[in-house]
């Protein structure tokens, strides 16, 4: 048993222009799709063929530079400024040397200004005591 609705005639007319309304939308939506894939394949094939050329002139390059004569100006600059940055050095570093030995000199204390040293530090401490010791004894 299947059951019926009456539909009024306006009803009628609204559904079907809402019916064709979709098939139409479908249809472009369709029609979209198949351009999008259209130009998604155009696109691989020019990344493949831009992959390509690339690789070709890549190649190209390489047989150019090979061809080419090589030059060592370059490395002979290298070499010179190598060769001046080591006579520097060797100027530096004797005076490095130098400077290095007078301020050992200077941090090296003689044993004897050691002891003083300490001695007076001994004093001060004994004298700070002896403070700390008569203050106690005011309190008292």
Same mark, same amino acid.
């Given at each position: ?6 539909? +009024?005639?306006p009803?009628? #007319? ?9 098939? #139409?939308?479908?249809?472009?939506? &369709? ?28 190649? +190209? ?5 090979? &061809?080419?004569?090589? +030059? ?21 570093k ?7 030995k $007078? ?5 090296? $204390?003689?044993?004897?200004q ?6 007076? &530090? ?6 700070? $005591? ?10 008292q």
């Amino acid at each position: 048993m299947t059951e019926y609705v009456r539909l +009024s005639h306006p009803e009628k #007319i609204y559904g079907e222009k809402k019916l064709l309304e979709s098939q #139409i939308s479908l249809l472009t939506l &369709s029609k979209i799709m198949k351009e999008f894939n259209t130009h998604r394949k155009d696109e691989l094939a020019l990344k493949i063929s831009l992959k390509k050329n690339l690789n070709e002139f890549k190649e +190209s390059l390489v047989e150019l530079e090979h &061809s080419l004569p090589k +030059s060592t100006l370059y490395e002979e600059k290298l070499k010179e400024e190598k060769r001046k940055h080591e006579i520097v050095k060797l100027i530096i570093k004797p005076e490095e040397k130098l400077k290095q030995k $007078i301020e050992k000199q200077k941090e090296e $204390i003689s044993p004897i200004q050691k002891e003083q040293e300490q001695k007076k &530090s001994i004093d001060e401490q004994i004298a700070e $005591i002896k403070q700390k010791i008569a203050s106690l004894r005011l309190k008292q």
